[in-house]
């Protein structure tokens, strides 16, 4: 499956993401680990998840092409500046890593011909009516 995750970074920025078996690889060469040894492995997640891991998943997963590590860590910043935080970040990317269906048993879905797409804001990039 590959499902595109739009991170929106502030009112009038995103960033798609869509990893491909190709792209993980390039993201673990960058990050010199395995992505199966941090995503199938309980209690260890939250301590191979650092800065490192974040910006190798933009750079590898941008779908609008790659990125510079300063633009990466720029738009890091850009999307804690605006409410965000690292750890819902992160989270956006290992949801979009699993997406892919390439670290869950069984027989992948037929990829649609344009790709679902999933958004997600920070609490101060939602318009009023939709803040709790």
Do not use: H, W, Y
């Not at 699993?98 to 649609?112: H, M, N």
């Not at 797409?117 to 939602?126: D, F, N, Q, R, T």
């Amino acid at each position: 499956m590959k499902e595109v995750t739009t991170i929106r970074l502030s009112k009038d920025k995103k960033l798609d993401i869509r990893f491909t078996i190709r792209l993980l690889n390039q993201m673990e060469r960058e990050i010199g680990q395995s992505l199966i040894s941090i995503i199938n492995v309980p209690n260890t997640m939250l301590r191979k998840i650092d800065i490192d891991f974040t910006v190798a998943a933009l750079r590898n997963g941008v779908s609008n092409g790659n990125l510079t590590r300063e633009q990466a860590l720029d738009n890091i910043q850009e999307f804690c500046d605006n409410g965000g935080t690292l750890d819902e970040l992160n989270g956006l990317i290992i949801k979009a890593i699993i997406d892919t269906g390439l670290f869950t048993p069984g027989v992948a879905e037929p990829v649609a011909e344009t790709p679902a797409k999933v958004e997600v804001l920070p609490k101060e990039v939602l318009p009023e009516k939709e803040k709790k």
